[in-house]
Nanobody, 127 residues
Framework: QVQLVESGGGLVQAGGSLRLSCTCT??????????IGWYRQAPGKEHEFVSA????????VYGDSVKGRFTISRDNAKNTVYLEMNSLRPEDTAVYYC??????????????????WGQGTQVTVSS
């Protein structure tokens, strides 16, 4: 069983920065076995892939809309994945969710490949 808790959301002006955290509690497999992904959903829109990371920072992937602005990292000692968001835009406004998978799938941008999800944290970027 895996529990994920997101934090760090809030209201920020365009051009500003936020750092989201996804803290994981596991019973069974160690946190290091899980790839963690971030998705977001804006009102009236589909879920959008943001970023994902495997057990080490050496293997990361980003959605096209956030490349060059967002950075994902993880601290395995703290069971936490971070999403550093810079140069935020109003179109980044959404609820951000983190998900976890231990399946080893190469397709971390496919939402159906994740087994566990957090409750989400709201990010609002004002213009």
């Amino acid at each position: 069983q895996v529990q994920l808790v997101e934090s760090g959301g809030g209201l920020v002006q365009a051009g500003g920065s936020l750092r989201l955290s996804c803290t994981c509690t596991t019973s069974g497999r160690a946190f290091i076995n899980y790839a963690i992904g971030w998705y977001r959903q804006a009102p009236g829109k589909e879920h959008e892939f943001v970023s994902a990371i495997r057990w080490t920072d050496l293997e990361t992937v980003y959605g096209d809309s956030v490349k060059g602005r967002f950075t994902i990292s993880r601290d395995n000692a703290k069971n936490t994945v971070y999403l550093e968001m810079n140069s935020l835009r109003p179109e980044d406004t959404a609820v951000y969710y983190c998900g976890a998978t231990a399946s080893g799938t190469p397709l971390l941008s496919v939402r159906d490949n994740y087994d566990y999800w957090g409750q989400g944290t709201q990010v609002t970027v004002s213009s």
